[in-house]
């Protein structure tokens, strides 16, 4: 009896560890398709490291106010809520562009889903942090389905210069605190001038293993100093 309580104990402990594995792969299959996502264009003008300066291109985004800035204790909900807010805009709660039937003054609007992009960028004016998507590229801001929650607005982002840090691991602030002092810390020895408030930048849907996943940490900058070569540095 005990031999056949042992090999049944065995017999399901390797089910566990199968279902385990099963899961993973499921997991890791999710994040391997979330790196297809749309992502603004930029181009590397300077690489050191995990750091690099970029050129970007201007892009559109949905944002909204995740609540103010100093309330870190309630950061988590904040930031739950304003990615739902968005997450609802790009899966039905918006208006298509309206249109006027040939035959009768009937005024026809709709909803439309629209395409997933990366990355999900938080940022901070005005006391306010603001949470945004990027818009996917076939729209421009007359375009875009106009969204039907007054606390969703769109915007464009205007071409700039960026530094940013990459990391892995979770989105924490004691992860974006960690990086962000690296980067300041690079950014005050190479005597670069910021302008404004951090953003971070988040890849990776919250299913993404750990390891797999890409954040970030950019300042807009004036200019790069003459000392960085333009071209990326091995």
């Given at each position: 009896m005990r031999r056949v309580?042992?090999?049944?104990?065995?017999?399901?402990?390797?089910?566990?560890?199968?279902?385990k594995g099963l899961l993973l792969?499921?997991?890791?299959?999710?994040?391997?398709?979330?790196?297809?996502?749309?992502?603004?264009?930029?181009?590397?003008?300077?690489?050191?490291?995990?750091?690099e300066y970029r050129r970007y291109a201007a892009f559109n985004v949905a944002q909204t106010?995740?609540?103010?800035?100093?309330?870190?204790?309630?950061?988590?909900?904040?930031?739950q809520d304003g990615f739902m807010r968005l997450f609802r805009?790009?899966?039905?709660?918006?208006?298509?562009?309206?249109?006027?039937?040939?035959?009768?003054p009937v005024i026809?609007?709709?909803?439309?889903?629209?395409?997933?992009?990366?990355?999900?960028?938080?940022?901070?004016?005005?006391?306010?942090?603001?949470?945004?998507?990027?818009?996917p590229s076939e729209y421009t801001l007359d375009t875009a389905p106009t969204p039907t929650d007054s606390a969703v607005t769109l915007r464009e982002i205007p071409a700039r210069?960026?530094?940013?840090i990459r990391y892995s691991g979770r989105w924490t602030e004691k992860n974006v605190q960690k990086f962000k002092t690296r980067l300041?810390?690079?950014?005050?020895?190479?005597?670069?001038?910021?302008?404004?408030?951090?953003?971070?930048?988040?890849?990776?849907?919250?299913?993404t293993p750990p390891f797999m996943r890409r954040n970030e940490i950019h300042y807009e900058i004036d200019a790069l100093p003459l000392s960085l070569q333009l071209g990326p540095k091995s």
């Open positions: 309580t042992e090999a049944a104990r065995l017999q399901h402990r390797g089910l566990g560890e199968l279902l792969l499921v997991l890791l299959l999710k994040a391997a398709a979330s790196y297809g996502l749309e992502t603004p264009d930029y181009e590397v003008l300077y690489t050191e490291g995990n750091i106010s995740v609540g103010n800035a100093d309330s870190l204790e309630n950061r988590g909900k904040m930031n805009y790009i899966t039905g709660d918006n208006l298509t562009q309206s249109s006027i039937a040939m035959t009768a026809e609007t709709s909803s439309a889903k629209i395409a997933m992009t990366a990355p999900v960028i938080e940022s901070e004016a005005d006391g306010e942090l603001r949470m945004a998507f990027m818009l210069l960026v530094a940013s300041d810390a690079h950014l005050s020895e190479a005597g670069i001038k910021t302008l404004g408030e951090f953003s971070t930048a988040v890849y990776n849907p919250p299913f």
